[in-house]
């Protein structure tokens, strides 16, 4: 039985995110919750003939795409409530510390992290990869389509439209400039101390 729940923030609404555009950001974080859940179902009912799998079209390449697409829909959103508050603080410490060393200067990653953001369709992501231990900002057309496979997500950023449009509509530049003051920094510390954790133990 698929047990993925959805993690929900106790927030209601933030500066410059109102409360209706959440809500129905949330409905959608919970569908993606509650399909992926159903494709982990399907997969291990025994229903799907294996033997009939091709990449033209066919049952469980359906379910392996829309396992990804559901998954990932379901992760970046969980890391993207999560990384938001009203009161994030600053980056400070170790994070500014090692966003200058990757990008030069903070206002420099800023800058890229923006237009990351403004050129995904679906997500802009900073992360940590786990190959050569470097930040990198890097955009997702789709849940399932951008990033590096090594990629461990420290701040997530959502583009899709859905996710300004209520209160922005097509400026999309002003929803960017908002969420820049929404960052929870020290969740996105805790991430990064993991994450460079992760890449000693990956490669020792
Ligand atoms: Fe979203």
């Known amino acids: 039985m698929g047990d993925y729940k959805a993690k929900l ?4 609404s933030l500066k410059g995110i109102s409360e209706r555009m959440l809500a129905e950001h949330l409905k959608l974080y919970n569908g993606y919750v509650a399909k992926s859940n159903e494709i982990v179902d399907k997969l291990a009912s025994g229903t799907v003939d ?3 799998s091709a ?3 066919s049952e469980f390449r359906a379910l392996k795409l829309e396992q990804t697409f559901n998954g990932n829909g379901m992760y970046l959103h969980q890391f993207y409530f999560e990384n938001l508050s009203d009161n994030g603080g600053q ?8 966003i200058e060393k990757n990008f030069g200067s903070f206002e420099k990653w800023k800058d890229e ?13 900073l992360g940590l990869n786990l190959e050569d231990g470097k930040l990198y900002n ?3 057309d789709a849940h399932n ?7 461990v997500p420290i701040l997530v950023l959502d583009v899709f439209e859905h996710a300004y449009f209520i209160d922005y509509g097509t400026n999309r530049k002003d929803y960017i400039n908002a969420y820049l003051n929404l960052i929870n920094w020290s969740v ?6 993991k994450a460079k954790k992760m890449y000693s133990i990956w490669t020792s």
């Open 9 to 12: 923030p106790e927030y209601k």
């Open 50 to 52: 294996l033997s009939k």
């Open 55 to 57: 990449a033209t079209y």
């Open 91 to 98: 980056a400070e410490g170790e994070v500014k510390k090692e």
């Open 113 to 125: 992290f923006v237009a990351t953001g403004m050129a995904g369709r679906g997500w802009a992501v």
């Open 138 to 140: 890097l955009l997702y």
């Open 145 to 151: 389509i951008g990033g590096f496979v090594t990629l």
């Open 188 to 193: 996105v510390r805790k991430r990064l101390e």
